[in-house]
T-cell receptor
Framework: DVKVTQSSRYLVKRTGEKVFLECVQD?????MFWYRQDPGLGLRLIYF???????EKGDIPEGYSVSREKKERFSLILESASTNQTSMYLC?????????????FGSGTQLSVL | DAKTTQPPSMDCAEGRAANLPCNHS???????VYWYRQIHSQGPQYIIH???NNETNEMASLIITEDRKSSTLILPHATLRDTAVYYC???????????FGQGTELSVKP
C-alpha cells in the first residue's frame, strides 16, 4: 500500500516562528496536496503540486508557502506562525493523469500556535 | 465544480446495514464519485469510487443512480469501528484535486 508520512503527529510552536511541515510519499506519485482541517469548516486546500518545483495555490494559500525539490517530498511552510494557523494539517498524494485513481492521505499533524 | 450534499449525521445499529446517501445533481459525465471516511484525529481513508456502475469491495458497496445525480454508500454489517465522518466527493480534475463537503457523521451504536 502507498504510504504518506507526515513528519510530526503533534507540534507546538510560538507566534512568529517559522514552521516546516514535512510530507513524504513512497509511491512515486506526481501530485501532492496540503489541506487544513478545522471544526465546522471541513478540509480546505492550501497548496498543491503536480510536479517537482511546481506549485499551485489552493483555496486558502495566505500565510503559507510550499516547497517541492524532490518528487517524494512536499513541504508546507508557515513563514511567521499565527494563532489562527492552529489546525490539523493533512498531506495527500495521487498518481496523476487518470480520473479514477485514489488519493492517499497521511495521518495528519496537529499544530498548535501559542 | 460539482458539489455534493449529505445529511450531517446518521445513526446505525451495530450489525445492521448503514446506508449513507449523497446528492451530486451537477455531476458531469466523466466525473467519478468517491467516498472517504475519517475516524477522529486521523487522515481520511479511501473507501470506494465509481463512475456509472455499482461497485463493491471488501469495505463497502456503492450504488449510483442511473441519472448519476445521487449515490448511496452501503456498509453491509456496520461495526463500532465504522463510527466516522463519511465524505462523498466528486473528483474535480484529472490532477486529483478533491473538494470536501461537510460529510455525514455516522454513529454506530451497540
Amino acid at each position: 500500500d502507498v504510504k504518506v508520512t507526515q513528519s510530526s503527529r503533534y507540534l507546538v510552536k510560538r507566534t512568529g516562528e517559522k514552521v516546516f511541515l514535512e510530507c513524504v510519499q513512497d509511491m512515486d506519485h506526481e501530485n501532492m496536496f496540503w489541506y487544513r482541517q478545522d471544526p465546522g469548516l471541513g478540509l480546505r486546500l492550501i497548496y498543491f503540486s503536480y510536479d517537482v518545483k511546481m506549485k499551485e495555490k489552493g483555496d486558502i494559500p495566505e500565510g503559507y508557502s510550499v516547497s517541492r525539490e524532490k518528487k517524494e517530498r512536499f513541504s508546507l511552510i508557515l513563514e511567521s506562525a499565527s494563532t489562527n494557523q492552529t489546525s490539523m494539517y493533512l498531506c495527500a498524494s495521487i498518481s496523476g493523469g487518470r480520473a479514477n485513481e485514489k488519493l492517499f492521505f497521511g495521518s495528519g499533524t496537529q499544530l498548535s500556535v501559542l | 465544480d460539482a458539489k455534493t450534499t449529505q445529511p450531517p449525521s446518521m445513526d446505525c445499529a451495530e450489525g445492521r446495514a448503514a446506508n449513507l446517501p449523497c446528492n451530486h445533481s451537477t455531476i458531469s459525465g466523466n466525473e467519478y464519485v468517491y467516498w472517504y471516511r475519517q475516524i477522529h484525529s486521523q487522515g481520511p481513508q479511501y473507501i470506494i469510487h465509481g463512475l456509472k456502475n455499482n461497485e463493491t469491495n471488501e469495505m463497502a458497496s456503492l450504488i449510483i443512480t442511473e441519472d448519476r445525480k445521487s449515490s448511496t454508500l452501503i456498509l453491509p454489517h456496520a461495526t463500532l469501528r465504522d463510527t466516522a465522518v463519511y465524505y462523498c466527493i466528486v473528483r474535480v480534475d484529472q490532477g486529483g484535486k478533491l473538494i470536501f463537503g461537510q460529510g455525514t457523521e455516522l454513529s454506530v451504536k451497540p
